[in-house]
């Protein structure tokens, strides 16, 4: 296969560091991933798409949804970024502004000012409006630690659910119930993470929130949401099956839970990722009479040579490579990226990347311009079938 490629500086630049770290030599896959993605990285005529309609409109062609998560501040204070917000999104996703470190200053009290902002915002673009996360260990406000104890957790918690759902029912397409609650490394035999909610509730806290999410809006579709799902490593293998076994619990139980949310954070060089995998769990998913969403997708491009070329393409080549793959799934119903634009991206919060170069993980890139991992995007959109 790699008897006619010859390399020229960039191709051999990433050649040795995919071969430094290991890639090749696993499998099948792995070899034919490794020449496509030597091919994909030297030239962005690879990332193409027909046309110049939007990610939300070549989306809705195939009765998909695509969307971003973005903060009220970002889309009130830049009216370029706001503009290209409307024009891409079919699907909005607070980052930031329904999560209980905004919404709850204190145990008896809710702000929604920005939450509702967002809401409107939404309801004026006609864009469907995803509600971002009613259970998290993350995010939670100062208060919470001295003011939820055992005796009053499930009280606040149905308190917390009941409020939020109801104030948007009728206009959320779908709730993150429960957050990121698996966690092998916690070394539990059900897997569940030991969070504030488990220790507090015990592991009967999901059910408890899925039920009471359905009683405040019976329309909303339900959705469990989790990371660390998509490559072929063991400790993603064992998350998988973790997650199984907990939809299976629930749905044996009659939990209304209607969704999973594959977070999809991926990280450009990547030697792990290998879609047969992915589309089997997502596959079993499915045998459970659950959909799919890709829920907060970007590629780290940490760790690659400065080259923006080849950095921009090795982060569209992972947008291509899982896109193209879980898009035929007919249970996928929808993509969101975590941001639109290299400019507001939560991976910029920790600092630089080794390189010095800022990291550029998103569809548009820092002046909203659209960069090879959004034609990553599209065409992968435009080769999914049609629901
Ligand atoms: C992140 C936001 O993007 C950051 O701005 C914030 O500081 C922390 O949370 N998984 C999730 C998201 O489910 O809620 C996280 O969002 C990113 C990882």
């Known amino acids: 296969m790699f008897k006619n490629l010859r390399l ?5 630049l990433w050649f040795g560091l995919t071969t430094l770290a290991g890639m090749g030599t696993i499998g099948g896959h792995k070899f034919s991933s490794l020449a496509q993605q030597i091919a994909a990285v030297s030239s962005s005529t ?5 046309g110049t309609n939007s990610l939300r409109q070549r989306a809705a062609a195939k009765g998909l949804i695509y969307g971003a998560a973005v903060r009220h501040k970002s889309l009130a204070s830049n009216p370029t970024f706001n503009k290209s917000f409307a024009n891409e999104c079919g699907v909005l996703v607070p980052e930031w502004d329904l999560k209980w470190a905004t919404l709850r200053p204190d145990i008896n009290s809710f702000d929604f000012t920005y939450a509702d ?4 915002y939404a309801r004026n673009q006609k864009m469907l409006f995803r509600g971002h996360t009613l259970v ?5 406000p100062a208060w919470f630690g001295q003011k939820v104890n055992q005796s009053n957790a499930k009280q606040v918690l149905l308190k917390h659910i009941e409020t939020v759902v109801r104030r ?3 206009q959320i397409h779908s709730w993150d119930v429960v957050n990121e609650a698996i966690n092998i490394k916690d070394g539990r035999s059900d897997g569940l993470r030991n969070t504030p909610w488990l220790k507090l509730l015990g592991p009967d806290y999901i059910e408890i929130a899925f039920r009471a999410a359905a009683k405040a809006d019976p329309k909303a579709l339900l959705v469990y949401n ?3 799902l998509d490559v072929d490593y063991w400790e993603d293998e ?3 099956s973790a997650v199984l076994k907990l939809l299976e619990r629930l749905k044996s139980k009659g939990t209304p839970i209607h969704a999973l949310g594959i977070q999809a954070h991926m990280e450009a060089r990547t030697t792990r990722f290998n879609p047969s995998r992915l589309v089997e769990f997502v596959r079993r998913v499915a045998k459970l009479g659950l959909k799919v969403m890709i829920t907060e997708m970007d590629v780290r491009d940490t760790n690659l040579p400065n080259d923006p070329v080849i950095r921009a393409n090795a982060v569209a080549y992972v947008y291509k490579d899982y896109l193209s793959a879980v898009l035929k799934e007919p249970s996928v119903i929808g993509v969101m990226t975590w941001g639109l634009s290299d400019r507001y991206t939560w991976l910029a919060e920790d600092g630089q990347p080794l390189t ?8 548009l890139d820092y002046d909203f311009k659209r960069k090879s991992a959004w034609y990553a995007i599209a065409s992968a959109l435009d080769q999914a079938p049609k629901r």
């Open 226 to 228: 989790d990371y660390g």
């Open 238 to 240: 064992a998350k998988r």
């Open 46 to 50: 690879n990332f193409t798409a027909v």
């Open 168 to 170: 948007y029912a009728g």
């Open 356 to 363: 010095g170069a800022p990291v550029k993980p998103l569809p």
């Open 136 to 140: 998290w260990h993350d995010s939670l």
């Open 117 to 120: 902002w967002l809401a409107n």
């Open 8 to 12: 020229n500086r960039r191709q051999a």
